[in-house]
């Protein structure tokens, strides 16, 4: 049986952003020094110094295109993203405790991402404050329960929080789920913040998608999944096909300097 290991991080579950999301990047173990080499020689381009994060893209082509590079290694790759983005009103357990229902929402991606996979799996959550100290063994516990009701045995090996700094699957995954996050946020609030070089990276992420906008959840996909939650958020605007386009251009120091003077 094959081994993957699973680096999960999420986006957005702070107040003022009306959507959160979670995120897996799965990685054969075989591809994983494959996978942080090519990583390195792009975060080495991309002028970002120390840990790579959606937070720090910002001001810069380089940076920007480093988000590119990202989606175009997992698309090209053996590895895969799946994630949910979670609408906080619509959620109804999230007005009542909004930990108990970010964890009900990470198991029930876990068993979704994990159930068609015929691997043996070790999961990497990247660390969170919790109010429960052991709260990594009960999202084992709780997502391979799923699963075997599903599949007939579990499959999560081993699960643990862990520092992002050690991790550069930690790192990417931060960037894939911060852009899902951040497109669907600029969807449902125009007016929301952002950075430019944040909104040029989700538009050129959702280009290798196939579409114009990083804001639709996909047909089931094994290579880029993206699940509306709850049900009354699915499809909305559409659920959409993945066609994947490798061929998206990255952005010039001067188109961005260019796109910066325009929104200046």
């Given at each position: 049986?094959?081994?993957?290991?699973?680096?999960?991080?999420?986006s957005?579950?702070?107040?003022?952003?009306?959507?959160?999301?979670?995120?897996?990047?799965?990685?054969?173990?075989?591809?994983?020094?494959?996978?942080?080499?090519?990583?390195?020689?792009?975060?080495?381009?991309?002028?970002?110094?120390?840990?790579?994060?959606?937070?720090?893209?910002?001001?810069?082509?380089?940076?920007?295109?480093?988000c590119?590079?990202?989606?175009k290694?997992?698309?090209?790759?053996?590895c895969?993203?799946?994630?949910?983005?979670v609408?906080?009103?619509?959620?109804?357990?999230?007005?009542?405790?909004?930990?108990?229902?970010?964890?009900?929402?990470?198991?029930?991606?876990?068993?979704?991402?994990?159930?068609?996979?015929?691997?043996?799996t070790?999961?990497?959550?990247d660390?969170?404050?919790?109010?429960?100290?052991?709260q990594d063994?009960?999202?084992?516990?709780?997502?391979?329960?799923?699963?075997?009701?599903?599949?007939?045995?579990?499959k999560?090996?081993?699960?643990?929080?862990?520092?992002?700094?050690?991790?550069?699957?930690?790192?990417?995954?931060?960037?894939?789920?911060?852009?899902?996050n951040?497109?669907?946020?600029l969807f449902?609030?125009?007016?929301?913040?952002?950075?430019?070089?944040?909104?040029?990276?989700?538009?050129?992420?959702?280009?290798?998608?196939?579409?114009?906008?990083?804001?639709?959840?996909t047909?089931?996909?094994?290579?880029?999944?993206?699940?509306?939650?709850?049900?009354?958020?699915?499809?909305t605007?559409?659920?959409?096909?993945?066609?994947?386009?490798l061929?998206?251009?990255?952005?010039?120091?001067e188109?961005?300097?260019?796109?910066?003077?325009?929104?200046?």
């Amino acid at each position: 049986m094959d081994e993957i290991i699973a680096f999960a991080d999420e986006s957005g579950n702070t107040a003022g952003c009306p959507c959160y999301t979670i995120g897996i990047l799965t990685i054969p173990t075989h591809y994983l020094d494959e996978f942080d080499s090519q990583l390195k020689g792009m975060i080495a381009k991309s002028g970002i110094r120390g840990e790579l994060k959606w937070q720090k893209i910002r001001k810069s082509a380089g940076k920007l295109n480093l988000c590119i590079g990202i989606a175009k290694l997992v698309l090209e790759s053996p590895c895969s993203f799946h994630c949910i983005v979670v609408r906080k009103d619509f959620y109804r357990k999230w007005q009542i405790d909004e930990e108990e229902a970010f964890f009900t929402t990470y198991d029930y991606l876990l068993a979704n991402t994990l159930k068609n996979k015929n691997s043996r799996t070790t999961v990497k959550i990247d660390q969170k404050s919790t109010s429960y100290a052991k709260q990594d063994e009960v999202v084992k516990i709780i997502s391979n329960h799923i699963i075997r009701k599903k599949t007939g045995r579990a499959k999560i090996e081993k699960l643990s929080m862990e520092d992002s700094k050690q991790h550069l699957g930690l790192q990417a995954v931060d960037i894939l789920t911060g852009a899902v996050n951040t497109g669907h946020w600029l969807f449902m609030d125009k007016n929301a913040q952002i950075d430019l070089a944040k909104k040029i990276a989700c538009k050129r992420i959702a280009m290798t998608l196939g579409w114009k906008k990083l804001v639709h959840d996909t047909m089931p996909n094994d290579e880029f999944n993206i699940w509306h939650f709850p049900q009354e958020y699915r499809s909305t605007p559409s659920t959409e096909k993945v066609a994947i386009n490798l061929e998206v251009p990255t952005v010039s120091r001067e188109e961005y300097e260019y796109w910066a003077k325009i929104y200046s």
